[in-house]
């Protein structure tokens, strides 16, 4: 599990299974090493409590702003993934 930190997060939807945050640019939205720290998923970390798996559904590139959508449950994951591979769900 990624440590929380506290940065600015704009949600734009929450219930029990879904997370959606507006991401700036300028912000990776998961770690791809050790020395990432201050990445949009260690703030939904900090949002969601701590000690919880980060599960986004989609990626953005870091230098691009827009909504990135974080399931709280794996069952909210697997529904979300199969519904992009069926191109059921548009980005």
Known sequence: TLSP???PLAVVWEDRDLL??????GI???????????TLAHAVVHHLGGAVR??????????????VVFAKTAHAQARLDAQLRAGTVER
């Open 54 to 67: 980060v599960r986004p559904v989609h990626r953005i590139d870091r230098d691009t702003s827009g909504l």
């Open 5 to 7: 930190v506290e940065l």
């Open 20 to 25: 959606v945050v507006d991401k700036p640019a």
């Open 28 to 38: 990776q939205v998961h770690p791809t090493g050790p020395e990432h720290t201050r």
